[in-house]
């Protein structure tokens, strides 16, 4: 049906915070993918999402779906004529309308028969599981109902794209959920190629197929969710997936480096070109507890295990777990523990990470 | 930037024209006409030499020398701040006696006082000419047949009675204004200042009368501008003593031989007053903030009167009696009198005008038609209007949109009398002659009243979640249907009240018509101008009754569909 292709796409705000929302992202959304573009508010992937709606006009680049180019600085082809569907954060279902109403309207826009306008939209409200309330208007929904809305109204004119713009922000942890598997089996029923705007790196998980991770109006990292996670390229990536520690380190030689006073072994996937300052994540269930066996000396060691020394500051019981903040002198470094694992507040800990959790990206 | 350059040009799936913008650009078109061209024109022709087209200052040194055309800036001065003053001093304690104390009766009192809003001061004129004219005024008589002296005391053509009449008509700005800062004034204030061992009267004296201090300057600013621009009230009251005030002068360089640069010149110190005090209105309001911090809506305690409750209540009655109750009997019972001097007695007590004003006079009957017809079709030009700018600035449809939201309020600082010169010096001439027409008048109506339109379209337009049209617009609508389908439907109470707010005003509208209407297309306001100078008051009465009627079922119908508060933009 249709791939996007975003080259070079950059967008300012006039005004006093002049940034550029967008600064020269390059992206290409395969057919049929569901691409989620996820960052911190202020990222840009609103005003992105925006620009492939049609709704803005980029400063420079452009956007093609399929072979055609929809969006230069010149010319932008108006929202009408993209055949690309828009999920709004706050579902935008129309209040003068009623759900039946709300559905139709894309199909009277395209001036349909008024029996297919009725099959089409019994079907789509079916899809939905939302024939009973055809006649309600909106106010008498739920928010969840109303979302579906908002989903059938996008769907039934098959469009070539769906744009999901915070779909499930405004729906309590259930719901989401539930939408979360509505949406994707909306995705796997037609195929559509869905761009999702989250903040929730959750939620980009479940939903989609890759994740484009932005931060200030670039795009941090592209990849799979398994990629993003097992091989962030940043500090930033780590930190906004899953979580990580940060530690500061220093790059001695080839998949080595040497933190808070310990040399550790560090996985070898990362290009060593560069030596000096770097930064060493470590994600805190990674980490456990050494065995005391007398043997207390730092570092890498024979068994594939990283020792790192260190003084608990805290401790909290989290009932799944017990969260440990520990200070490695230098450093802090976070760690869940078991919750049966119970070690005092300013006790002496020693730590082991394998090797395989330790990765190194470029010093921040 | 080099680089989009050589980019392909985007494909269009539909090659479908998209008439969106027609309608936009057809829009300010129609903005310019209205506002811009007039304003335009009045300024222009100020500085033109009459007749020949050179610039010169001469309008103005004319204007501004002879000592005839400078008495009339003098009476409106004195009769304005007059007015002001008087309005301010009888507004604010009714304002206060109705928002705080246990006086009785006081929601009748508020509708008798919002009934005083609505009635156009011009109609109370005509109906203070029935009760206080020299010789055959009602009191007047009354007084006479036992004093038995020739005439009663009262005359009220006089800058005195000009002065009373209005006076009674502004009351209503004061009173709002200040009620409503009464209402929002937490009460904790002023029981700060008992507790502190003030008495009531040094509570009111120093904390709560400076509170409202801006909604009483507020109060006072309106009232005088809408006394220096008045041209009903002098019209009826001041040209038969012979006393011309600014708006009368005016009317006077419109007789033959028209003096059009002259006027406009004449006009300007009029145009900047309003402009100025406009703006210090503005910064006043603005600063009221002070006065509303903490102003919840908690139940307040009203003030016990004790035995001043019915002294006071005499004194509250007062301004309606003489406002409405005294008026609109008056002009009731002069329409059901054959003859108006012989007062409503029985033989006397007759539907004859009714019936000659709506059937057998056909003067009358176009007036009628022309007044509510001119009158729909201003307020529905100008809710258009004010909703397709409101949605242009509000979008930003395109950089600096919002400069064409500050063209639709221009007219705001305009007055009538001034804004029908700039109308009239625009059109009466090619390329587009209309006076003579219905259209002029039309155009003065709409560009009169278009910023009350604006003003209420403007907040609800911005209160529609942008999603909502955009919605429509990913699904394949155009941006002039998603208005059309989405954008309007939800606005159709805004766009109702609009319609209204407009149409009220326009049916009561004499200051412009009267510089641009002909017999062909007289209205029943200038009807009611000319049967006064024909000296025809039974006819006055029934158009004066027949105005009232209407405007008091609309806005009742309005009331009941569209609820208490649709009328509230236009007091601000």
Partial sequence: ?364 | MAATATAPRPVERSGSFDIGPVFFIGAIVVLAILVIVPIGWLLLISVQVPDAGGLTLGNYVEAFSKSIYLRPIINSFVLATSVATIAALLGTPLAWLIARTDLPGRKWLRALITAAFVTPSFIGAEAWILLAAPNSGWINRTIASFTHADHGPLNIFSLGGAIFVMALYNVPYTFTFVAGGLELLPVELEDASSTLGASAWRTMRSITLPLVMPAIVAGFIMSFLEAIAEFGTPAFLLIPARTQVVTTQLYLFFQFPVRTELAAAYAMPLLGVTLGLLLLQRRILGRRKFTVVGGKGGRRRLISLGAWRWPLLGFALLVPLCSVVLPYLALLATSLSRIWSTGPVPGNLTLYWYHWAIFDNAETRRAIFHSLTYGAAAATIATIIAFLIAYTANRRLFPGAQVLGIVCMAPFVVPGIVLAIGIYAAYSHPPLVLYGTAAILIIAFTTRFLPIAYSNLNTMVAAVNPDLENAARTLGATRLRALRTITAPLLRRGLLASWLLVFIPAIRELSSAIFLFTPRTATMTTQIFDFTDAGNYEAVATLAILILAITIVIVSVAYRFLGRDFMETTST
């Fill in chain 1, 1 to 364: 049906m249709a791939r996007i292709d975003i080259a070079g796409l950059t967008k300012s705000y006039i005004g006093r915070n002049a940034a550029r929302a967008v600064d020269s992202i390059d992206l290409a959304i395969k057919d049929g993918e569901v691409m989620a573009l996820v960052g911190p508010s202020g990222c840009g992937k609103t005003t992105t999402l925006q620009l492939l709606a049609g709704f803005l006009k980029p400063d420079a680049g452009t956007i093609t779906v399929g072979d055609r180019v929809v969006s230069t600085a010149k010319h932008v082809v108006p929202p009408e004529r993209r055949r690309m569907s828009l999920i709004f954060q706050s579902y935008a279902v129309w209040p003068h309308k009623t759900v039946f109403e709300n559905v139709a309207y894309g199909l009277r826009v395209m001036k349909l028969s008024r029996s297919e306008i009725e099959d089409r939209t019994t079907a789509v409200l079916r899809t939905v599981r939302m024939t009973d309330l055809a006649q309600r208007y909106p106010s008498e929904l739920s928010g969840g109902q109303q979302q579906r809305v908002a989903l059938a109204r996008a769907v039934v004119v098959n469009p070539e794209t769906l744009l999901l713009d915070e779909p499930l922000s405004n729906l309590d942890a259930n719901l989401r959920e539930e939408m979360r598997f509505e949406i994707r089996r909306i995705h796997d029923t037609t195929g559509i190629t869905m761009v999702y705007v989250t903040h929730d790196q959750t939620e980009a998980m479940v939903a989609a197929d890759r994740i484009a991770l932005m931060r200030g109006g670039k795009i941090a990292q592209v990849g799979t969710a398994h990629e993003i996670y097992e091989k962030p390229a940043t500090a930033f990536v780590a930190t906004f997936v899953g979580g990580t520690n940060t530690l500061p380190a220093t790059l001695i030689e080839p998949h080595l480096v040497e933190c808070c006073g310990a040399r550790l072994r560090v996985r070898d996937d990362f290009d060593a070109a560069t030596r000096g300052p770097v930064t060493l994540c470590i994600r805190p269930h990674a980490i456990g507890f050494a065995e005391r066996n007398g043997d207390d000396a730092t570092g890498y060691r024979e068994n594939g295990m990283n020792r790192l020394a260190g003084t608990v500051l805290r401790q909290t019981y989290l009932g799944a777990a017990r969260d440990y903040l520990i200070d490695l002198g230098g450093a802090q470094i976070r760690m869940a523990a078991p919750p049966s694992v119970d070690r005092a507040v300013g006790s002496t800990v020693h730590l082991d990470v394998a090797v395989d959790a330790c990765r190194v990206v470029p010093g921040d």
